[in-house]
């Protein structure tokens, strides 16, 4: 069982395992689209607890609980009786990650003194630092801790103890013998206080408020006592039913009392007004044990099957249940314990602080099952669409969290979504590659798994453009010499367009010619042509620029020059025109 009011304070557990991936977009200021993506089998951020170990080293286990300051798993067992030639009873020291017993204290005082084999029935409290204070049949309140040869103990006078929890101060001990509730001193038993009641042998000390609520199933009802006081202050009725009880236990947050009754769960406030009733799954399971975790604010209950299967809904199986202590709600998937029945005694539940990590005890199977939590992965952001050019990298990365940390595979759809496909080695949380023509419209999503399930990222699209070159060339730049000796120049790579319009001709000279030598398709400065080379005038005339070669096709289509460097190129013909026109003038005057 998890300490219902321990000694000492626990430690608060180490916090569940979280990924965090880190995901940004190739693009430079891309905005942060909303976690968005979809769950896969289960929803996105789905709680589920799963098996990790199985320990059958500590007998017929009767109750358990994790020490809250040496971190150990104590077990108070009986013996197995199949188990023949040994002699598992006594209080066993586990180490909870493997179930590897550190020592076992097997002897304890009887009724006169004598020690003696005992097994331990139920543990009461974690001692400080480490330890136990339990209860062994039939009247015997025990201390012990790991490595001792024998435990500590005395009996209680009185009829067999039927439970047992922390006295209101740290040496005495609450202990109920049927119907009489007591207040017993640790070290002596001697009963300091005493209390008969109308009926029953279980309780649950709600420490922080000073109460004790004493469960009467045969008359079905619960007794609130003061313990300050240490009477009856109000009675509360439990509902009908055939009288079988699991347990009695109280949230330690909110003083609400939880009791397993028949096959359901009553929960009522720390007032006594009832909140709510849990039905266990099936009709048949029987609730036998529950446990608190103040940090999740989650309550885990045992259920157990009768183990008859004349009964209808019994199949031998038990199952945990995982629920919010404020609304009784599921709080994670509930899960099945395999052969769990209570033909050879109930349950018992050990939670970590934090609730990442549950033992719960099978009496029947002589095994302790290790559960731990897992969180399906929750997509935290998606890739972003990009638009790139042919040839351009694109890098694409997802972010998603989950317990364990879930793997990732990219997947590509040419469907537009209506099937998917892995790709190949795309296995890490960022995704790049070289775009193609034929990438264009394909979708890209990023699928996260772990223990729990899958989830997956929105798409990404991809539009995917022409090839950008406005940044080629490298020819030799085009070159014209003028009558005066002055030698004009295409671009500086020897870009230009093709041969321009003759001009006029000059006097007593052939026309000059406007164009330039060089191949289109260079940089935005020199694709307009050569620029106007050599002086207009003279008798032979002038060539503005070379010779230009232009790609078939057409200069523009052929190279998608840009339209502000044709209008450059045309700024430039129409100044060389304007030039030879004034040149030519005074001649035709004179």
């Known amino acids: 069982m998890t300490p219902r009011h321990p000694l000492t304070p626990g ?56 020490h809250p300051d040496s971190g150990k798993l104590y077990v108070g067992s009986d013996d197995l009786p199949e188990t023949t030639g040994s002699n598992e009873s006594g209080l066993h020291v586990l180490e909870p990650a ?21 097994a331990v029935r139920q543990l009461v409290a974690p001692l400080p630092g480490d ?62 206080r005493s209390l008969t009641l109308a009926g029953g042998d279980r309780f649950a000390y709600d420490r922080a408020r000073g109460t004790v609520w004493f469960t009467d199933l045969g008359n079905r009802r619960m007794y609130r006592v003061d313990l300050a006081a240490f009477q009856v202050v109000a009675t509360v009725e439990l509902p009908a039913g055939d009288g079988f009880g699991g347990f009695t236990e109280v949230d330690p947050e909110t003083g609400a009392v939880w009791v397993g009754l028949d096959t359901s769960v009553v929960v009522h406030d720390a007032a006594g007004r009832r909140i709510g009733v849990i039905e266990g799954g099936g009709g048949a399971d029987m609730p ?19 183990g008859d299967t004349s009964r209808p809904g019994s ?19 509930p899960v099945v314990l395999p052969g769990n029945h209570v033909q ?81 080695g795309a296995t890490s949380t960022t995704y790049s590659f070289k775009a193609a023509a034929t990438d264009n419209g394909r979708r890209y999503r990023a699928e996260f ?27 030799t730049p085009g070159t014209s010499t003028g009558s005066d000796g002055s030698t004009g120049s ?44 050599g002086s207009a005038g003279g008798a032979s005339g002038t060539t503005v620029g070379g010779t230009g070669t232009t790609p078939a096709g057409g200069a523009l289509a052929s190279t998608g020059t840009a339209v502000a460097s044709l209008a450059g190129a045309a700024l430039v013909l129409t100044a060389a025109g304007w030039v030879l026109v004034r040149r030519t003038r005074p001649g035709r005057a004179g």
């Open 98 to 118: 493997d179930g590897t017993v550190r020592s076992t204290v097997g002897q304890a005082p009887g009724p006169t003194g004598t020690l003696g084999r005992r």
């Open 288 to 306: 036998r044990a529950a446990g608190f975790d103040a940090a999740t604010h989650e309550a885990f209950v045992v259920w157990q099957d009768p």
């Open 315 to 333: 199949d031998d199986n038990g199952a945990l249940t995982v629920h919010r202590t404020r609304d009784l709600k599921e709080a994670a998937k």
């Open 131 to 192: 330890g136990a204070v339990f209860v062994y049949p039939l009247r015997g309140i025990g201390t012990a801790k790991d490595g001792d040869a024998a435990a500590a103990g005395a009996w209680v006078p009185g009829g067999p103890v039927t439970d047992a929890a922390p006295g209101p101060g740290p040496s005495t001990v609450l202990v109920a013998q049927g119907s009489v509730l007591s207040e017993v001193d640790l070290a002596t038993a001697a009963v300091r």
């Open 490 to 533: 295409g671009g500086p790579d020897g870009s230009g367009g093709s041969g321009g319009p003759a001009a006029s001709a000059g006097p007593g000279g052939s026309a000059a010619t406007v164009g330039g030598t060089g191949t289109a398709g260079g940089s935005a400065g020199s694709s307009a042509g050569s620029s106007v080379g």
């Open 344 to 424: 050879l005694g109930s349950a018992a539940v050990a939670v970590r602080p934090g609730g990442a990590t549950v033992f719960v005890s099978d009496p029947a199977a002589g095994r302790i099952t290790r559960l731990e939590r897992a969180t399906s992965p929750l997509i935290t952001r998606s890739p972003e669409d990009r638009t790139v050019a042919a040839g351009a990298e694109v890098s694409l990365t997802a972010q998603a969290e989950g317990t364990p940390a879930p793997t990732v595979v990219w997947q590509v759809s040419t469907d537009a979504g209506r099937t998917w496909q892995a790709v190949p």
């Open 449 to 475: 798994t772990n223990d729990a399930g899958a989830g997956r990222t929105d798409p990404a699209v991809l539009t995917v453009t022409a090839a950008d070159t406005t940044t080629g060339g490298g020819g």
């Open 11 to 66: 430690r608060a557990g180490a916090a569940s395992a979280a990924l965090a991936l880190v995901l940004a977009s190739a693009a430079a200021g891309s905005p942060v689209r909303a976690a968005g993506g979809e769950g896969g089998d289960v929803p996105q951020g789905t709680v589920v607890y799963r098996a990790t170990a199985q320990f059958t080293t500590a007998g017929r286990v009767r109750d358990l609980f994790l």
